[in-house]
């Protein structure tokens, strides 16, 4: 993949729909459940926990770009050929933890698949650094490793979202 198709990506990521409806969603459970509750309610609180959903997912595509780029990581999700709910659901699954390489690796000089090392440091790295415009009731270490686990179950949730999504015409996946 190419430098200028990686920062493309990239940018629809942290700028593109699926980041901006994300964020909504996530401050709109955080509005419900008053979390963190220093925040208070009403637009202001809403904006507070809208903000800091972008800026975790800008920081988990930041450190998911370079890691997966210098671990040769393809972390595009790409549909099975695959039959029956089962088999595909475990692909799905899977598919966010192993996924292909860009290419042939100089560090292992072989082709296949790799651990998702990208997609996972991203979410460690995002859950922890978030905690640092937390404020005092969320940001210890314990709520950003469940903010971790809360991310990658997320990209698991899309994945199988993208596996049993009706496929676009024309063939195109």
């Known amino acids: 993949m190419s430098s200028s198709r990686r920062l493309r990506d990239y940018r629809h990521r942290i700028l593109g729909k699926r980041a901006v409806l994300g964020a909504a969603a996530g401050a709109t459970v955080g509005q419900l459940r008053n979390v963190p509750h220093e925040w208070g309610q009403g637009a202001g609180g809403f904006a507070k926990r809208f903000g800091s959903h972008l800026a975790q997912c800008a920081v988990k595509e930041t450190i998911q770009l370079g890691v997966g780029a210098w671990h040769h990581e393809d972390l595009h999700y790409q ?33 296949g698949k790799t651990f998702a090392l990208g997609r996972v440091s991203g979410n460690l790295g995002a859950g922890l650094i978030s905690r640092a415009w937390q404020p005092a ?3 210890g270490i314990g709520a950003g ?3 971790s686990g809360i991310g990658l179950g997320a990209d698991v949730g899309i994945h199988v979202a993208r596996e049993f999504w009706p496929r676009k015409r024309g063939g195109k996946r």
């Open 79 to 111: 549909r099975s050929n695959l039959h029956g709910t089962w088999p595909r659901m475990k692909y799905a699954v899977k598919s966010t933890f192993i996924v292909p390489r860009t290419n042939i690796s100089p560090r292992t000089n072989r082709p």
């Open 145 to 147: 490793l469940a903010s």
């Open 137 to 139: 009731s969320t940001a």
